[in-house]
């Protein structure tokens, strides 16, 4: 165990990952020997050579078109998008390709050993385009995975475990907490099932779900109102695509009462789809209308982003308005 | 810092390319002769024959089963016809192991390979025997086996793909390279640049193939960019080029073939640029006759690339009158029994609506199925394709 933030964990991953198996790949803008604006890939070209950590071209949808290429050869990509704010010229190669190879191809190519790793959220004044979370446009995109971890240990395991699955995952990272999230990582190899959510607090009177840098935000809102009584239980999705229905709905079917919040937008964001499908599966167990605290529907503000954001104190709010419904 | 060591000059001073007119290569004329300083490239009597018949393969496929779209057997089909030597020439030069990603006019570099006209039939009626399980439109086609990728509609995809790909096969030093396809009208993608670009910076073993056919479906070349064809923008990414008569299978052959060497033992992409013409139509969705005129359309049935390797071919002694005539009827009677027999094939299992999203079907996606299959026994005279196969599971 060593003692990381979650950028060093991030870089870890990566490290360890590359020592494994030379066909792992990092590459992307400022990547090489800079190591990355945020310095994910800190001294992996120094040490695995500039063949297997790069800089490419400022150019998003050749980043990920070179990848799947690489991919569907066998080998492991990781490319870093250095905004998840600047993912959308690469959307078509996302969606049209990383996304459909394998079944467009009947199984005969696939692009499972693509990771796109790319920092997300607001909280850190980066004003329209250096605080998008742009979740929900791939969500709506079946073939992806779509991952985010909440802290270094998460990070590191749920990273590796992205490179190894054999589908194309985007791994959005949470770079609010970049340096302010820190904890024990193990130093070995470790990874963190996909595709499941994990309960971090227990609780009887109402579910509180988010993912990434929001479970902080959710932690704060709920020692608020442990404080006032209310017993909160707490979900990580981890995973949103494809996402662990069966968690959220078991912990539904106990306390009654669902919270989701998340950064973006609140229409069309993927609160939606969770509330949508949670009515269907706990109609009868619901005991008030499932809560979405979410960014509003403006495009990301500078100035007014704590007004804007779903802080802890609109969180707590809605707990508070799911149990006293 | 820049990269750029250029003169100094103090006045403005513009320019704009012009010096840079780039020729086109040939060695056949019409008639099968080579031009009087050409000299042919090393093609023995083997390959030149495996090369002829993939031409006429591609040519009377392309016939049948437009007709049979017209016929109303196929949804949809695409030609490759008047670029078969381009397309083709280009294929044979290759190493067998290379990597092909093509955009969707590329059949014949398919039929070189080896592609049954019983796998060309499987994908284009989508039974259960076509290797993409029935999920995308006709021509579609793909082959693990033959090293040739899987097409994807979206255009110029494949082309940044292509460079990755080769980046790879350079990092596994297999000796071997990729070869992408692309229209010229697809060259305006930003893909396209981006491709080249990263291939460059990177010195990649690539070559990009440009079929020039004078028509993005009715956009005309003139229309699609100011400049004198695709080739000249190599040179701002710093990229060995050359521009072939497209309707030359020997220029094609050569030309692919000292691009190959420049990629594989250099390391130096390559692009080359194809002049031809789309003698059918973009697709059996589309009409020539609103755009183009019959006589533009004569001028280049004029030069027909199969007519001229076939001149070549009998000028050497190597094919016959007789020769033709067994082959063209052998491939037609065979084209039209595969045909009726891919036709008959059932279509693909109802399960692989769902298979293949990922390595394995997801629980929320299992669950759809299991209300889909419930679904169709309900209606099962509605669902003819798919009924038996709703019978079991939940």
Redesign the interface.
């Known amino acids: 165990m060593t003692k990381m933030n979650m950028l060093q964990a991030i870089n870890n991953a990566l490290d360890t990952a590359m020592a494994e198996n030379e066909r792992v790949l990092c590459f992307g803008e400022d990547v090489g020997v800079f190591g990355g604006v945020f310095r994910a890939t800190s001294n992996l070209q120094q040490k695995y050579g500039k063949a297997r950590c790069f800089n490419t071209p400022l150019v998003e949808q050749g980043i990920i078109g070179f990848a799947n290429g690489l991919a569907a050869q066998g080998s492991v990509p990781v490319a870093e998008i250095q905004f998840a704010d600047y993912i959308f010229p690469a959307f078509d190669q996302i969606v049209n390709e990383s996304a459909k190879f394998r079944y467009r191809s009947g199984n005969l190519f696939d692009v499972g050993g693509l990771t796109i790793r790319a920092p997300y959220g607001g909280g850190i004044a980066g004003g329209l385009y250096h605080s998008q979370s742009p979740e929900a446009y791939f969500a709506h995109t079946p073939g992806l995975k779509i991952v985010v971890p909440r802290n270094p240990h998460q990070a590191k395991g749920l990273l590796l475990a992205a490179i190894h699955d054999p589908n194309p995952t985007l791994f959005f990272e949470p770079k609010r907490l970049y340096r302010a999230s820190v904890g024990e990582v193990p130093d070995e190899d470790y990874r963190l099932p996909l595709g499941e959510a994990e309960v971090t607090k227990e609780g009887t009177d109402v579910t509180i779900l988010g993912w990434g840098a929001q479970m902080e935000v959710i932690d704060q809102a709920v020692e608020r109102a442990e404080k006032d009584g209310i017993s909160c239980e707490v979900i990580d999705l981890r995973t949103i695509l494809p996402w662990d229905v069966e968690t959220v709905a078991n912990s539904v079917f106990k306390t009654g009462r669902l919270v989701v919040t998340h950064e973006a937008p609140l229409t069309g964001g993927f609160a939606g789809e969770i509330a949508a499908t949670i009515q269907e599966r706990c109609f009868l167990y619901l005991e008030s209308p499932i809560a979405r605290v979410t960014g509003m529907d403006t495009p990301f503000p500078l100035v007014l982003e704590k007004e804007h954001l779903p802080n802890h104190l609109k969180v707590y709010e809605a707990i508070r308005a799911s149990v006293e419904f | 810092m820049t990269t750029t060591k250029s003169k100094v000059v103090y006045s403005p001073v513009f320019t704009d390319g012009a010096e840079f007119r780039i020729p086109t290569f040939k060695l056949l004329k019409q008639d099968g002769k080579l031009y009087k300083s050409a000299k042919a490239p090393d093609l023995d009597k083997d390959k030149a024959l495996r090369i002829y018949r993939a031409m006429v393969t591609t040519r009377i496929l392309d016939e049948r089963m437009l007709a049979a779209q017209r016929q109303g057997r196929l949804s949809f089909y695409m030609q490759c016809t008047g670029e078969e030597a381009a397309v083709i020439g280009s294929a044979a030069a290759l190493d067998d192991g290379d990597?092909i990603?093509a955009q969707y006019r590329e059949q014949g570099a398919l039929a070189y390979r080896g592609f049954t006209i019983d796998e060309f039939m499987n994908q284009l009626f989508g039974n259960e025997m076509?290797?993409?399980?029935g999920?995308?439109m006709p021509v579609?086609y793909?082959?693990?086996k033959l090293n040739y990728?899987?097409i994807?509609s979206?255009l110029a995809?494949q082309?940044?793909?292509?460079?990755?790909?080769?980046?790879?096969?350079k990092?596994r030093g297999e000796g071997l390279c990729?070869v992408t396809y692309f229209g010229e009208g697809a060259a305006s993608e930003?893909?396209f640049?981006?491709?080249l670009?990263?291939a460059a910076?990177?010195r990649v073993p690539v070559i990009f193939l440009c079929r020039n056919n004078g028509y993005a479906i009715s956009t005309p070349a003139a229309e699609q960019f100011a400049a004198d064809g695709v080739a000249p923008r190599a040179y701002g990414y710093k990229m060995d080029v050359i521009r072939v008569d497209g309707n030359d299978i020997l220029a094609m052959y050569q030309a692919t073939q000292e691009a190959r060497k420049l990629a594989v033992e250099h390391n130096r992409p390559v692009l080359i640029e194809a002049m031809s013409y789309r003698l059918a139509a973009h697709s059996s969705s589309d009409d020539p006759s609103g755009y183009r005129s019959k006589d533009e359309e004569a001028v280049w049935r004029e030069k027909d690339p199969i007519l001229r390797m076939r001149l070549w071919l009998e000028s050497k002694k190597w094919w016959s009158e007789d020769d033709e005539k067994q082959l063209q009827e052998n491939m037609r009677r065979e084209v039209l029994e595969t045909m009726k027999r891919a036709q008959k094939r059932p279509p693909p299992p109802l399960e692989?609506l769902v298979?293949?999203?990922?390595?394995e079907v997801?629980?929320?996606?299992a669950e759809q199925f299991d209300k889909l299959k419930a679904h169709i026994r309900r209606y099962p005279d509605e669902y003819p394709k798919s009924a038996e196969h709703a019978k079991g599971g939940a």
């Not at chain 2, 076509?130 to 399980?133: E, F, L, R």
């Not at chain 2, 082309?159 to 096969?169: K, M, V």
């Open positions: 990597m990603m076509d290797y993409g399980k999920r995308q579609h793909g082959s693990k990728m899987t994807s979206p995809t082309i940044p793909q292509a460079a990755g790909y080769a980046y790879g096969q990092l990729t930003g893909d640049h981006a491709a670009n990263m910076v990177h692989s298979s293949d999203v990922y390595d997801p629980p929320a996606l």
